[in-house]
Each structure stands twice: as C-alpha cells, then as structure tokens.
C-alpha cells in the first residue's frame, strides 16, 4: 500500500489515452455492427503495442486504470495496462464515444484521490476533456492522434482550468521511446 502524500505533493496525475487506430467507422457500420463494438486494426494493435512500451520509459505512478466501454478503447487499455502495473480495467460510460464533457469532468472530481489514473478514450472527447481540464473550456485545439497522450496534473482538486499540463506526446514519440 502508497504512502499517504504530503500535501504540497501533487493531488494527481492524470493520463489520457485515445485508443489505437480501429476498423474503419463506415464498413463497420455497413455490416451491420454498431459502433461501440468496432475492434482495433492488427496495425493499430502492433503500433499501441510499441506506444505503451515507449510509456514504461516514463514510470508514471498510475494506481487507476478507466476506459470507454467501446471495444477499441477497452483493447487499448488491455494493451497499455502491463506497462502501466495494472491488473484490472474499468469501464466507464462516461468516457464513451458521445458522452458529454461535463460528466466526465464530474465523474473524476468525485474520485478519491489516487496518485495517477489513466483514461482511455476517444476524439474529439479526449481533447476536449484535456481543455477544459486545463484551460476552463474547449476550444477545439488539442486533438489527439490515435494512440496519442497528455498527462495532466492537478495540485489542487480536479476541476475546471485546475490542470497544468506536463506533456502531449503523439504516438509516434511514444513508439520512439520504445527504441
């Protein structure tokens, strides 16, 4: 079990995750399947495969891991939670594909308070999140690339504009890191 934290230490780290590159939206849908049930792509798969080994580099102290209930976001939390110790997944419909921001932004500032979590996702909800994390509001200019991060951290509770962000990497730094 973690120390309990100073106070002036960090209340907690926040990584965001979009997931890997899927099957495509529009010959997924003519089969007949729904959305939410689109799987990653074998490339998808072997480059968040390389990704999530270029993020161990990093040693983040993640206890939480949370995920879209949608098949290629819990695929990528599969994929990135041995590199993140992690044992268990969440799923969390307010992460899904068309949930409103505000109730993700809720959900985590009702959380207890861990040193990090980290969320899988989708765009443009993810960057959009990201902004009204740390700026207050969303503007529309932090999309993420498939397989994309940013970690946010929060010294004070999460909320509104209360995150200060730390990094943004696109995938192909995180692959890069792998190396």
Request: charged share 25%; aromatic share 4%.
């Amino acid at each position: 079990m973690p120390l309990p934290n100073n106070p002036r230490d960090p209340i907690m780290d926040l990584l965001l995750i979009r997931h890997a590159a899927a099957q495509d939206r529009e010959a997924f849908a003519r089969e007949g399947h729904p959305d939410i049930e689109r799987p990653l792509t074998k490339r998808g798969i072997e480059r968040m495969q390389m990704a999530a080994r270029g993020l161990t580099t990093m040693a983040l102290p993640i206890e939480r891991l949370v995920t879209s209930p949608a098949v290629r976001a819990v695929q990528t939390a599969e994929i990135v939670a041995p590199g993140l110790e992690q044992r268990r997944v969440e799923q969390e419909g307010v992460f899904a594909p068309d949930a409103p921001i505000g109730a993700a932004v809720e959900w985590l500032r009702k959380q207890p308070r861990v040193d990090g979590m980290a969320v899988v996702g989708h765009e443009p909800s993810l960057g959009q999140l990201a902004e009204c994390l740390i700026a207050g509001r969303p503007s529309g200019n932090l999309p993420m690339k498939k397989g994309g991060m940013i970690l946010i951290r929060f010294d004070n509770a999460v909320g509104y504009g209360n995150g200060k962000l730390v990094w943004a990497l696109p995938p192909a730094v995180l692959r890069a890191l792998a190396d």
